[in-house]
T-cell receptor
Framework: QKEVEQDPGPLSVPEGAIVSLNCTYS??????FMWYRQYSRKGPELLMY??SSGNKEDGRFTAQVDKSSKYISLFIRDSQPSDSATYLC???????????WGAGTKLIIKP | DAGITQSPRHKVTETGTPVTLRCHQT?????MYWYRQDPGHGLRLIHY???????DKGEVSDGYSVSRSKTEDFLLTLESATSSQTSVYFC????????????FGQGTRLTVV
């Protein structure tokens, strides 16, 4: 079993829909949780960064961490075709431990 | 982009040959990383560096070596390329520790035939 599990998709939704992307993990020591967005043939770029539990909002994006369930989510409101990309979750225990990555979920927003 | 350049961007090589990939950064970030990305596996860390001449292994380091002689350059060498090393390779940097924001290069697509 992988430390971080992420459904690879693809997830296809119509423009304007609310999108929910999720990762589950097994290591209860993870404290730092990130979501990266990766466009085709590009490197990933950081979208959201959360420490410990709770919610964080940035524009149309909300990151949610539930440490008791070992589950993190990324919500995208009013989805746009430009949101079509692969979304990778990543997590770490602290600065001395490497990031552990999910396999990524491919998201397709249909106009 | 955060000033991270990978070269070459594409390479086809034969089994058994050595290959070197180069990562150059202009951000003066302390940490540099080499990842490989394969379908179904996400990003897997090969090696990383926490300073000039200071490197350590990641989870998939077998068959790879690295060197960092200057802050801005991090080289990845496949000592004797195998077909299982066909992948997309990404270089990344962080200013702080491994749990801080990572900045990625554009990737190198390597095919070993």
């Amino acid at each position: 079993q992988k430390e971080v599990e992420q459904d690879p998709g693809p997830l296809s939704v119509p423009e304007g829909a609310i999108v929910s992307l999720n990762c589950t993990y097994s290591n209860s020591a993870f404290q730092y949780f990130m979501w990266y967005r990766q466009y085709s043939r590009k490197g990933p770029e950081l979208l959201m960064y959360t420490y410990s539990s709770g919610n964080k909002e940035d524009g149309r994006f909300t990151a949610q961490v539930d440490k008791s369930s070992k589950y993190i989510s990324l919500f995208i409101r009013d989805s746009q075709p430009s949101d079509s990309a692969t979304y990778l979750c990543a997590m770490s225990e602290d600065s001395n431990y490497q990031l552990i990555w999910g396999a990524g979920t491919k998201l397709i927003i249909k106009p | 982009d955060a000033g991270i350049t990978q070269s070459p961007r594409h390479k086809v090589t034969e089994t058994g040959t050595p290959v070197t990939l180069r990562c150059h950064q202009t951000e003066n970030h302390r940490y540099m990383y080499w990842y490989r990305q394969d379908p179904g596996h996400g990003l897997r860390l090969i090696h990383y560096s926490y300073g000039v001449k200071d490197t350590d292994k990641g989870e998939v380091s077998d068959g790879y070596s690295v060197s960092r002689s200057k802050t801005e350059d991090f080289l990845l060498t496949l000592e004797s390329a195998t077909s299982s090393q066909t992948s997309v390779y990404f270089c990344a940097t962080t200013q702080g520790g491994m749990n801080t924001e990572a900045f990625f290069g554009q990737g190198t697509r390597l095919t070993v035939v």
